[in-house]
């Protein structure tokens, strides 16, 4: 099978695109021939270096977290699912090739109102922003949420998420990016470049504070995330794209009694995976079938592009997903 492979870490010029062994599915996996995979900030960090894989550094290492297509192969003890079901999902790696192996529990069934060519938009954004917002952060009808990046493929999916379930959401964007982020339904849209979003958020709630803040940038916003949260409320970081390091004042978090909660996907044991992803796939993916929730896709390329599908993430200039054609 044809794949993406890193065969050493750096710039964009070491990703390659050749054949390799395809993967064996064990008794409970299934082998799924893709169709697409999606671009995620991982992939350029993995490039780098900076964020492998969990457990043993594979001999030949094919980024990609997330996939859509069919099942070609059933392990031995797979009963949930049959060949030439159309499926989506997230793995730890693997995914940028023309096959891929997961657990049978880690599949999502495509719903009825996406195509199988735009399903890859899916999993590991909506995932990502649902685990956060909802299952740690416990994010509900008539709640408020500060998300971070907005017009990101988390923070779009984190839009239409509080939307679908009755909450309230502030988002914070580029000038360029607020009217996308207003058109999926952000109740409060502050533009970073000229605007301090503390200020923006005590503003939209009286004082209050919000109850979640979902935070991908990292460094200098933690101290205003704290500002930005209610009494008893919860920060969650998901990704540190600004900075890795910060600094706040303990005096300004102890009296809001408030949790600040680091979290990855990725590197979870494969049974917190497989909850995670259960509770996504009962409370969420109907979602998308009644209109609530949609891929936001911005830009296709070929799996022979992925060099220019990475020096365009790194610009920041997407809204919602990148997607990789596979086949």
Same mark, same amino acid.
């Given at each position: 099978m044809r794949a993406v492979v890193i065969p050493e870490y750096g710039g964009v010029d070491v990703l390659e &695109?050749?054949? &390799?062994? !395809?993967? &064996?599915p064990g008794p409970d996996e299934v082998l799924v021939d893709v169709v697409c995979s999606a671009m995620n900030r991982a992939d350029l960090l993995q490039r780098m270096g900076l964020y492998p894989a969990p457990g043993r550094k594979p001999d030949i290492e094919i980024p990609g977290l997330e996939f859509a297509g069919t099942i070609a192969e059933l392990g031995g003890r797979v009963t949930g699912w049959s060949v030439g079901d159309e499926v989506m999902g997230i793995t730890s790696g693997g995914a940028k090739a023309e096959q891929v192996v997961t657990h049978e529990r880690m599949l999502q069934r495509i719903p009825a109102s996406v195509t199988l060519?735009? !399903? +890859? !938009? =899916?999993? /590991? #954004?909506?995932?990502? !922003?649902?685990? +956060?917002l909802m299952t740690q952060g416990g994010l509900a009808s008539g709640a408020t949420a500060l998300v971070h990046a907005g017009a990101s493929g988390v923070g779009t999916a984190a839009i239409q998420i509080a939307k679908a379930i009755g909450a309230r959401i502030a988002v914070t964007c580029s000038t360029s990016k607020v009217a996308a982020c207003t058109d999926l339904g952000a109740d409060l849209v502050v533009d970073y470049t000229g605007a301090d979003f503390a200020e923006a958020v005590k /503003?939209?709630?009286?004082?209050?504070g919000v109850d979640v803040v979902l935070d991908v940038i990292g460094g200098d916003y933690l101290a205003r995330n704290i500002a930005s949260v209610r009494i008893q409320?919860?920060? =969650?970081q998901v990704g540190v794209m600004g900075a890795p390091m910060a600094t706040f004042g303990l005096g300004a978090l102890l009296p809001k009694r408030a949790a600040l909660i680091g979290? #990855?996907?990725?590197?979870?044991?494969? /049974?917190?995976? =497989?909850?995670?992803?259960?509770?996504?796939? +009962? /409370?969420?993916?109907?979602?998308?079938?009644d209109g609530s929730l949609r891929p936001v896709i911005d830009s296709r390329f070929a799996l022979d592009d992925i060099a220019e599908a990475h020096s365009y993430m790194a610009t920041n200039a997407n809204v919602g997903k990148i997607l990789l054609d596979v086949s």
């Open positions: &695109v050749r054949d &390799v062994p !395809a993967p &064996v060519r735009d !399903a +890859a !938009a =899916i999993p /590991e #954004v909506f995932m990502t !922003a649902h685990d +956060a /503003e939209w709630t009286g004082g209050r409320g919860r920060i =969650i979290t #990855v996907l990725r590197s979870r044991p494969i /049974e917190q995976k =497989i909850d995670a992803n259960q509770r996504f796939c +009962a /409370e969420l993916l109907p979602r998308f079938d």
